[in-house]
Structure formats: C-alpha cells, structure tokens
Nanobody, 117 residues
C-alpha cells in the first residue's frame, strides 16, 4: 500500500517563503516521477512543478523563477521551496506520484497554503 503524505505549508506573507515536503511510503521512491499540483477556490487543479526520476524539473510559467523542486531518494521525500510568494499562490497544494514502472498514480491529501499580508 503506497501512501503519499504532504507536510509544510501554512501561512506566509507576500514576498516570503514556505517549504512543502512530500514523503512516499510503501514503495521504492526513486521510481516515482513526483509533482505538485494546486487548486485555488473556484478554480481547476493545475500542475505547478514536476521532478522526474532523473531529476529533470519543470515548472508552470506562473511559478518559474520563484519555486524550486528537489528530491531526496534516501529520505523518500520531495521538497518544493516557494519563494517570493504572491497572494495568487494561495491554494491547496497536492502531491502527486506516478510509478514509472507500472503507471500507478497516487495523490496526497493536500495541504493549505495561504499568502496574505
């Protein structure tokens, strides 16, 4: 049974920083392509950032240059550092893991990020 568990998030001020973490339990972490999605109230869920098994990274235009993503395979954890926060970054952030061997997909429960002054 694979579990995806997010941590971090919370409240931040415009221009500030927050860090999200996502741990995967129950399988070999290194085989997962990992992503962060977010969903703001009244909006569709959108892809924010991805890190592949070879550590290639991809970002949505809205966060490019402000967010970074990394992974620590030994700790089975992915991180996203959110810098230069904007109020429009306010959303529930979801961790997504895709097993590159069999294509199975897993979602975390979501963590709230609120950016306000």
């Amino acid at each position: 049974q694979v579990q995806v568990v997010e941590s971090g998030g919370g409240s931040g001020k415009p221009g500030g920083s927050l860090r999200l973490a996502c741990a995967v339990f129950g399988n070999t972490f290194s085989i997962f392509t990992m992503s962060w999605y977010r969903q703001a109230p009244g909006k569709q869920r959108e892809l924010v950032a991805t890190i592949t098994t070879s550590e290639e990274t991809h970002f949505a235009d809205s966060v490019k240059g402000r967010f970074t993503i990394s992974r620590d395979n030994a700790k089975k954890t992915m991180y996203m550092d959110m810098n230069s926060l904007k109020p429009e970054d306010t959303a529930v952030y979801y961790c997504y893991a895709r097993d590159t061997m069999f294509g199975y997909e897993y979602w975390g429960q979501g963590t709230q990020v609120t950016v306000s002054s």
